[in-house]
């Protein structure tokens, strides 16, 4: 099916060509004349070429391609496409007796610009980041519901913060299907509540979970600081571990609360675990030299733009250069960057400055980045954002 029509400029169509899924508007020559955010259009090449369907946003990313043929963009649209992405989901183990959270469209890395959906014990909650997903988002509901083999009982639409403000589409969050039953999940075993009702982003973070199991390997014995905890994730791990002592912290009240209760959940009584809600920076400056010797710092996106790129790299060489003067000789640190402006080298280089800094002898011991159930699109590398170095600090 053809869309309203978004001609592009001369020489414009290369990207698309090779499967970029976003349009910028800088490279647009005509728009139809009735054109409205959220509109699903059809992108031509100057000479009429048809390029594929995408929803168009007012912004500077203007199109974001949704196919690359004429496809018509409807129900039995988003039911391929989920079913695809549960394809992945299956062949890579993540639904099991222990284990019922996992993120099961990541955007563009599903072949979905604009679209998150992760998957809590049978409760999918959905994100959508662009005006044109929150108009599809009960299409992506129904298609949701009639997935095979995913066994989901509701959908909940969350995306009061990730919608453009300024296109006033007062997307209320609520459940589209279903309602609530239960907000304990499990990773590899371990419970946890999930509050996608008024956490961050769906309620938990799905794309540490594999470094969280790493983090376990290494926790045995060791005095453990889990730096930006939010809901305890990286703790529980280390409890399962073996760790010695666990002290999790984060500015926030809420989520050293949350953190408290899932390590009750897991490990009731718990003498080991102690939560506090203080400023990163300020428990790090008061912290005793050689006081943990397994750090997580796992802060939030210090870059959200481009703009932002330097502040942000002074944020993490600050960060990661008062861990490193002070952990113990013999240390661990998982140091991660979520912002996906900054590169890989550019975190490392920052990490690097932080350990000359701080003079220690540092080795890097991994070099982690997002799982599997978080994708990236081959021609869309802007898809990968979560960079983490564990490092052997003497
Ligand atoms: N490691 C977590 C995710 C961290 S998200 C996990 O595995 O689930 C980032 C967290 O940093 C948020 O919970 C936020 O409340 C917290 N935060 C933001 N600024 C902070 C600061 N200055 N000091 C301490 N915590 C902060």
């Known amino acids: 099916m053809l869309y309203k029509a978004i001609t592009l400029q001369r ?18 020559s005509r ?6 955010e959220g509109d699903l259009v059809s992108v031509y090449s100057h000479d009429g070429r048809h390029l594929g369907n995408g929803h168009y946003q007012i912004g500077s ?32 183990g993540l639904m099991r007796d222990d284990n019922n959270a996992f993120r099961l469209v990541h955007g563009e890395g599903d072949f979905l610009p604009g679209l998150v959906v992760d998957i809590y014990a049978g409760t999918a909650v959905v994100q959508a980041h662009s005006p044109g997903m929150h108009f599809a988002r009960l299409q992506i509901a129904d298609a949701l519901m009639q997935l095979p083999g995913a066994g989901l009982r509701n959908v909940y639409y969350k995306s009061e913060t990730t919608l453009p403000y300024k296109a006033h589409l007062d997307p209320e969050n609520q459940y589209l299907v279903g309602s609530y039953d239960t907000d304990v999940a499990m990773e590899n075993g371990l419970q946890f509540h999930v509050d996608w009702l008024k956490g961050q982003k769906t309620g938990f973070f799905v794309d540490q979970r594999e470094n969280r199991c790493l983090l376990e390997h290494y926790a045995r014995n060791r005095r453990v600081l889990n730096m930006f905890c939010y809901t305890g994730g990286f703790s529980f791990y280390a409890l399962r571990g073996g760790a010695r002592l666990v002290h999790s912290v984060d500015s926030s009240a809420k989520a050293v609360k949350l953190t408290n209760d899932n390590v009750e959940l897991n490990f009731p009584g718990e003498t080991r675990h102690e939560a506090f809600a203080e400023d990163a920076f300020k428990f790090l400056d008061a912290m005793e030299r050689d006081a943990y010797d397994l750090v997580i710092l796992d802060p939030p996106a210090f870059a959200k733009h481009k703009s932002a790129i330097k502040n942000a790299l002074v944020g993490y060489r600050r960060l990661n250069a008062k861990a490193l003067e002070k952990i113990a000789p013999g240390s661990i640190l998982f140091t991660f960057s979520c912002s996906q402006a900054v590169s890989k080298e550019q975190f490392r280089l920052a990490v690097f400055s932080a350990a000359a800094q701080s003079r220690r002898r540092v080795r890097i011991l991994h070099q982690l980045t997002q799982p599997a159930d978080h994708p990236i699109n081959i021609y869309h590398p802007e898809g990968e954002y979560l960079k983490g170095l564990v490092l052997y600090v003497e």
Do not use: C, M, N
């Not at 020489?11 to 647009?28: D, M, N």
């Not at 203007?62 to 391929?80: N, S």
């Open 31 to 36: 728009y139809a004349p009735d054109i409205e």
């Open 11 to 28: 020489g414009k169509e290369s990207s698309l060509e090779r499967f970029h899924p976003w349009v910028f508007s800088g490279a647009i």
């Open 61 to 92: 990313i203007a199109v974001r391609l949704l196919t690359f043929d004429d496809r018509t963009i409807d129900t039995a649209f988003f039911l391929d496409r989920v079913t695809d992405a549960l394809r992945v989901r299956q062949a890579l």
